[in-house]
């Protein structure tokens, strides 16, 4: 079974408007992380945001917040204000922390390409 | 400056050669990964060095093999190379493999077999 699902391949969104990008996770851990990382045209992969599975609040870092639904074990990433450099790959992923056998490995999602328009 | 940097940047061999990619990180980090990301832009972990000792080891081919000489450095062999190790290999590090520790990325080998 899929661990991380993005079900966006693509999503368009106007320069300075907002956007949300999709993630659905599964695990039977109650301990887990989840990322956000984009990938530019440029090829680097640039970490974004941080959400624990015990965080009660959502994460924010700038213009990027999670909302996070645990029940729904949804973890899905807003960009405000969208800018023209947010134009990317933008990958969902998961560190689950129990059972003693992940060893922080992320799995990763299959990525949402964003396009911001002018 | 650069936090993780691999080295070469683009390989392009013929079928059958072996080549090598280097790794260095330079942010005191204990924990370092090699990933494949294939052309449908799917990434996939392949090993794990925490303290120089091999932690994870996902179902990769032999003919893959990484080396720690120290923490900072995680280098990836591969021999006998197939069309289908045609790929982008990313290395990244975190601190440690436990709690809410990001991984840094290095920017990435494009491998392509000929």
């Known amino acids: 079974a899929q661990k991380i699902t993005q079900t966006q391949p693509g999503m368009f969104v106007q320069e300075k408007e907002a956007v949300t990008l999709d993630c659905t996770y599964d695990?039977?851990?109650?301990?887990?992380?989840l990322f956000w990382y984009k990938q530019p045209s440029s090829g680097e992969m640039i970490f974004l945001i941080y959400?624990?599975?015990?965080?009660?609040q959502n994460a924010t870092e700038g213009r990027y917040s999670l909302n996070f639904q645990k029940a729904r074990k949804s973890a899905n990433l807003v960009i405000s204000a969208s800018q023209l450099g947010d134009s990317a790959m933008y990958f969902c992923?998961?560190?689950?922390?129990?059972?003693?056998?992940?060893?922080?490995?992320?799995?990763f999602g299959q990525g949402t390409i964003l396009t911001v328009h002018p | 400056d650069t936090a993780v940097s691999q080295t070469p940047k683009y390989l392009v061999t013929q079928m059958g050669n072996d080549k090598s990619i280097k790794c260095e990180q330079n942010?005191?980090?204990?924990?370092m990964y090699w990933y494949k990301q294939d052309s449908k832009k799917f990434l996939k972990i392949m090993f794990s060095?925490?303290?120089?000792?091999?932690?994870i080891n996902e179902t990769v081919p032999n003919r893959f093999s990484p080396k720690s000489p120290d923490k900072a450095h995680l280098n990836l062999h591969i021999n006998s190379l197939e069309l289908g190790d045609s790929a982008v290999y990313f290395c990244?590090?975190?601190?440690?493999?436990?709690?809410?520790?990001?991984?840094?990325f290095g920017d990435g080998t494009r491998l392509s077999i000929l």
């Open positions: 942010l005191g980090h204990d924990t």
């Open positions: 990244a590090s975190s601190r440690g493999f436990l709690g809410n520790q990001p991984q840094h």
């Open positions: 695990t039977s851990d109650q301990s887990y992380g």
């Open positions: 060095y925490n303290n120089k000792e091999l932690i």
């Open positions: 959400q624990g599975s015990y965080d009660e």
């Open positions: 992923a998961m560190r689950e922390y129990e059972g003693g056998t992940s060893y922080g490995k992320l799995t």
